[in-house]
C-alpha cells in the first residue's frame, strides 16, 4: 500500500469522528488527531478499534500510547501489517 | 493541583457506543469492567470511570509533561458514590465526581491537596461552534477570577503554553494553573 493509499483509508476512518473540517480538508501525515480534528479523546477509542477491523490487526497498549498524530498510526499500521 | 473531565451523557449516548466490541477492554481494567457490569446505569459508570482517568492523566501531564494515550493503565478504584482513586506510575490522585442526570464531571486532586482550596465552576454552554465556545469559557474564567480577587479583567488572561495545557496569567507575572474541560453543552473549569 502506497503512503498516499493509507492517508486516504485513515481519512475514511477518522471521517465520522472529526469536529473540525478544516482540519480534516487539510489532513497530512503531521495531523493530530485530538488537537487538529478536535477528535474526543473517547472517540480515539473508536479510531483504533476501526483502524484494527480495516487492516485486520491488533493494537496494543503500548502501540495505542502512541496513536496520537496520522504519522504514529501509519508507523503502526505498516509495523502491524508487516508482522503478518 | 486540579484536573477536571466532563462529559456531556446525552451527546455522549450519540456519539459513542461503549457497547461495541473491544471498547470496554481497550480502556478499562478487568476490575472496572466489573464495576460496570455491576452497576445500575451502567452509561453514569462508564463515564464516571472515564472522566476519573481523564481528569487525573490533565494533572499527570501538567506535572511531569508528555503526551500519551493509556487510559487503560490509569486505574480507578471506587470508594463511595462520589469520592475515588485513580492510580498511575506509583501516583495516586483523588476524584469527586458529580453523576447528574445529564452530565458527569469529575475533578481529581493531587494526594494531600484536600484541604487546599481551589475554585470550580460547572456551567452549561451556548449551542455555537468549538472557537466560540472557548472564548465564552475564557470570559467566564477571567469574569470568575476577577469577583474573587478583585483583579482588574484587562490585567487577566487565559493562555495555553506549548504543550496545550492552560494558564491565567495575571499582571503578566503571576501564573496559576487551570484546568478547562467541555463536552456538548457542558464545560467547567478549575483554578489551582
Given at each position: 500500500?502506497?503512503?498516499?493509499?493509507?492517508?486516504?483509508?485513515?481519512?475514511?476512518?477518522?471521517?465520522?469522528?472529526?469536529?473540525?473540517?478544516?482540519?480534516?480538508?487539510?489532513?497530512?501525515?503531521?495531523?493530530?488527531?485530538?488537537?487538529?480534528?478536535?477528535?474526543?479523546?473517547?472517540?480515539?477509542?473508536?479510531?483504533?478499534?476501526?483502524?484494527?477491523?480495516?487492516?485486520?490487526?491488533?493494537?496494543?497498549?503500548?502501540?495505542?500510547?502512541?496513536?496520537?498524530?496520522?504519522?504514529?498510526?501509519?508507523?503502526?499500521?505498516?509495523?502491524?501489517?508487516?508482522?503478518? | 493541583m486540579t484536573?477536571?473531565?466532563?462529559?456531556?451523557?446525552?451527546?455522549?449516548?450519540?456519539?459513542?457506543?461503549?457497547?461495541?466490541?473491544?471498547?470496554?477492554?481497550?480502556?478499562?481494567?478487568?476490575?472496572?469492567?466489573?464495576?460496570?457490569?455491576?452497576?445500575?446505569?451502567?452509561?453514569?459508570?462508564?463515564?464516571?470511570?472515564?472522566?476519573?482517568?481523564?481528569?487525573?492523566?490533565?494533572?499527570?501531564?501538567?506535572?511531569?509533561?508528555?503526551?500519551?494515550?493509556?487510559?487503560?493503565?490509569?486505574?480507578?478504584?471506587?470508594?463511595?458514590?462520589?469520592?475515588?482513586?485513580?492510580?498511575?506510575?506509583?501516583?495516586?490522585?483523588?476524584?469527586?465526581?458529580?453523576?447528574?442526570?445529564?452530565?458527569?464531571?469529575?475533578i481529581?486532586r493531587?494526594?494531600?491537596a484536600e484541604r487546599v482550596e481551589f475554585i470550580n465552576?460547572?456551567?452549561?454552554?451556548?449551542?455555537?461552534?468549538?472557537?466560540?465556545?472557548?472564548?465564552?469559557?475564557?470570559?467566564?474564567?477571567?469574569?470568575?477570577?476577577?469577583?474573587i480577587t478583585?483583579?482588574?479583567?484587562?490585567?487577566?488572561?487565559?493562555?495555553?503554553?506549548?504543550?496545550?495545557?492552560?494558564?491565567?496569567?495575571?499582571?503578566?507575572?503571576?501564573?496559576i494553573?487551570?484546568?478547562?474541560?467541555?463536552?456538548?453543552?457542558?464545560?467547567?473549569?478549575t483554578i489551582h
Amino acid at each position: 500500500m502506497t503512503k498516499e493509499e493509507l492517508i486516504d483509508k485513515l481519512k475514511g476512518i477518522v471521517k465520522p469522528y472529526v469536529k473540525n473540517e478544516e482540519g480534516f480538508n487539510n489532513l497530512d501525515e503531521n495531523t493530530d488527531f485530538l488537537n487538529d480534528l478536535k477528535i474526543n479523546s473517547a472517540n480515539l477509542v473508536d479510531v483504533i478499534l476501526d483502524i484494527e477491523n480495516e487492516f485486520d490487526i491488533i493494537i496494543d497498549n503500548e502501540s495505542m500510547e502512541k496513536m496520537l498524530h496520522v504519522k504514529a498510526a501509519m508507523e503502526i499500521i505498516n509495523a502491524k501489517l508487516s508482522e503478518k | 493541583m486540579t484536573g477536571n473531565d466532563i462529559v456531556d451523557m446525552q451527546v455522549a449516548a450519540t456519539e459513542s457506543n461503549w457497547r461495541r466490541k473491544g471498547f470496554t477492554e481497550k480502556i478499562f481494567s478487568l476490575q472496572e469492567q466489573q464495576y460496570i457490569n455491576n452497576a445500575a446505569l451502567p452509561d453514569a459508570m462508564v463515564w464516571r470511570l472515564w472522566t476519573m482517568k481523564e481528569s487525573a492523566y490533565k494533572i499527570y501531564t501538567r506535572q511531569y509533561g508528555g503526551r500519551f494515550f493509556t487510559p487503560k493503565k490509569f486505574r480507578c478504584i471506587l470508594l463511595t458514590e462520589t469520592t475515588g482513586l485513580v492510580r498511575f506510575n506509583n501516583i495516586a490522585y483523588q476524584t469527586t465526581t458529580v453523576n447528574a442526570k445529564d452530565h458527569v464531571y469529575t475533578i481529581a486532586r493531587t494526594e494531600g491537596a484536600e484541604r487546599v482550596e481551589f475554585i470550580n465552576s460547572c456551567f452549561p454552554l451556548p449551542k455555537t461552534d468549538l472557537s466560540k465556545q472557548q472564548q465564552f469559557i475564557y470570559k467566564k474564567i477571567i469574569a470568575c477570577y476577577h469577583s474573587i480577587t478583585g483583579e482588574l479583567k484587562k490585567n487577566i488572561s487565559v493562555n495555553k503554553d506549548k504543550n496545550g495545557i492552560p494558564f491565567l496569567n495575571c499582571n503578566s507575572n503571576l501564573q496559576i494553573p487551570v484546568s478547562i474541560t467541555h463536552h456538548g453543552h457542558f464545560a467547567a473549569f478549575t483554578i489551582h
